[in-house]
């Protein structure tokens, strides 16, 4: 008797995203972006297609061997993914909506037909433990704690067609990230399912830090298509082109049983294969999640009535508020741009000026003198921040461990202090401090985020170019190379886009449609 499925728990389903939606989500031999993997270890390209896409293997061609894992040396190189697994992820919720415009006319009652004339929305909602600032690096914010964050969700290069989500779901019972490998031996990938979310654009991020519960973020994000594949490997993109609307791959397709359908050579073959899905925890020795009682706040005192923290030590100004949480909310509201000729838009972007606001909960100690009247008149700006450590055993000296991530909040002011009191309840202030995000020059308005992990990318803290499989950066890095030059290699496919981190010039290979001149 066939035994159908029961449910679906988060034992076995994993997230995972790539770091651009156009196409590009396998390295080649020289570490630059493929339409589809090569064929072998020592081929660069198959070829370029009809819309000038470099492409490795062929419909019709033997699928390469794919090593999801990257422990064999001669593939790992050569057929890795640009897509990267989010850590800690607690929930993931999507869906989309399509608005329809009825067609009536005289002598109908009813309509005749339903059509689209604005672009559906996708939706995608998903929160992860706080950790190390390398699930936010993914999302493209800048974390080296020196550049407003956003500069990298604020530059066309990075942000205009947005990124893929993709949601990895196993048989039941099977945990994603042993299961996943253990799948691939037995060579039953069809046991596997992907819901793919093509150019997705992040429209808010917030942060939760409270007394009792473990530090979390919440995210959501706007895409533009969604769709469901039977298997892991050599899948079609769920991305449009943001030039014309057209889909980025609609023709390479490896069926279950090897099959190309429809074997159309002509047309797009933007394809992808998820990476192993894994826990990203290597045992006793590493950061599970942090913890309430590693968090400290510096808030300069800055309050009107209540006295407040001040300084970054773990010891708190005396008499000062007892702080039982801290949220910091950056909404991120998007235009969708969109032109005639396309049912789709071509770029969600940012409504500007963006405004990050952090909200305070504490319980009352002491007051001190104060004037509202002061405010009115004030132009003060105030740096706050809000650091979080790595989880430490208990000695005579706290909080003296590694920084996990730091939030810091410059050109802050206070919006609002309210207080509340009540028999049975502890006396509490809430406060609200807010500030407008600057541009990538502006380094004394907006929100910076400093990662534990920004050191360890190529360009520490700067969001991820063509990346390969454990980490590996396959992109080349240069510096020293004369501002003005601009290098294309012998296709005419990418070119390396000048950036700037403490004085030292940098250039990266951007391989895209977007990028192509």
Known sequence: MAVHRNRVIYQSEALFISPDSTGYHYTGKYGYGLMTPPINADQAAGGINEKGQMVGWKCGDAWPEWNADGSDADYAESHGSIIKQLKRVQSANYGFSINKTDINQYGHLSKLDSIVVESPTVNLDFSYYLLDGYNERMLEFVTNGETNTLSGAMSPELYQAGNNFFILTLPEARDAVAGDVDLDERGVLEDKTVISLGNGYLTDYSVDISVGSIPTVSCTVEGMNIRSDIGETGLDLPSVDANDGSLISNAWYQGRNGECRPP??????????????????????????????????????????????????????????????????????RTTLQRLGSTFGFSKAIDLPLTVTMTINALVSELKEGNMVDLLCGCDEHELSVKVFDPECFDCVTKDGPLAVMYTLKGARLESENITSSIGDNKSVDLTFSAQIGGADDGGRGLFISGKEAPEASIPGLPPGWTGLGGKENTPFISEVPPDAIAYNPSQQYKLNRVIQNGTQYYIAKQSIKYRN
Do not use: W
């Open 264 to 333: 159309n050579e002509a047309a797009c073959t933007g394809l992808f294969s998820l990476p192993a899905a894994n826990s990203g925890y290597t045992g006793c020795d590493d950061v599970p999640a942090l913890r309430p009682g590693d968090v400290v706040l510096d808030l300069q005192n800055k309050s009107l009535i209540t006295t407040q923290v001040t300084g970054s030590a773990d010891r708190p100004l005396r008499g000062s508020a007892h702080i039982q949480s801290c949220s910091i909310s950056l909404p991120m509201g």
